[in-house]
């Protein structure tokens, strides 16, 4: 079965700098992967996803991931943090219709 | 659209009770499911359907039934409430294509339960 690991219950930075969310995949078939984030009290929007294609992708808000196979990870990546991109961020991988999540990235930016 | 609306969202339980989380869609999904969001652990998948009359069991299913007799609606039932099913519920949907597994999957506010 497919499995997600994120590296960092907690990251923290400061506005303006780069945020880097890790995030790495067990799949025994070619994965598909998922970022979604949840504001407080709110349930979960999708970032953006990697399918097949292009490796780089990119979604909402400026983010963007790489899907890296030899590395198996799917990191996420935003050049300059917002006070508005506080929230947890999950990494998720789907096999048919069996999605599992990682546990999630709380992400705090100090002024 | 109101998209995917859950009710209600907040409920106490005592140990041994029964109840009905409900969860309905508007966008015409094929696709639905419910998670469980326990800090630490992420979203575990407890139950899907990929149509109406067709459920599936997930990764966490003990303890919970579902039925789909409509496309719009898929309510968890919870049929003798345990300590360890406090929680917080977010039912999802989406398209459900055959392509289901790349479908983004649309979320409501969620349901937070507590069992005493």
């Known amino acids: 079965a497919q499995s997600v690991t994120q590296l960092g219950s907690h990251v923290s930075v400061s506005e303006g700098a780069l945020v880097l969310l890790r995030c790495n995949y067990s799949s025994s078939v070619p994965p598909y992967l998922f970022w979604y984030v949840q504001y407080p009290n709110q349930g979960l929007q999708l970032l953006l996803k990697?399918?097949?294609?292009?490796?780089l992708v990119k979604g909402i808000n400026g983010f963007e991931a790489e899907f890296k196979k030899s590395e198996t990870s799917f990191h996420l990546t935003k050049p300059s943090a917002h006070m508005s991109d506080a929230a947890e961020y999950f990494c998720?991988?789907?096999?048919?219709?069996?999605?599992?999540f990682g546990a999630g990235t709380r992400l705090t930016v100090k002024p | 659209n109101a998209g995917v609306t859950q009710t209600p969202k907040f409920q106490v339980l005592k140990t041994g009770q029964s109840m009905t989380l409900q969860c309905a869609q508007d966008?015409?999904?094929?696709?639905m499911s419910w998670y469980r969001q326990d800090p630490g652990m992420g979203l575990r998948l407890i139950h899907y359907s990929v149509g109406a009359g067709i459920t599936d069991q997930g990764e966490v299913p003990n303890g919970y039934n579902v039925s789909r007799s409509t496309t719009e609606d898929f309510p968890l039932r919870l049929l003798s409430a345990a300590p360890s099913q406090t929680s917080v519920y977010f039912c999802?949907?989406?398209?459900?294509?055959?392509?289901?597994?790349?479908?983004?999957?649309?979320f409501g506010p969620g349901t937070r339960l507590t069992v005493l």
């Open positions: 966008m015409n999904h094929e696709y």
């Open positions: 998720a991988v789907s096999d048919h219709h069996d999605m599992r």
């Open positions: 990697y399918t097949t294609g292009a490796t």
């Open positions: 999802a949907s989406s398209y459900g294509t055959t392509e289901a597994h790349t479908d983004t999957q649309y």
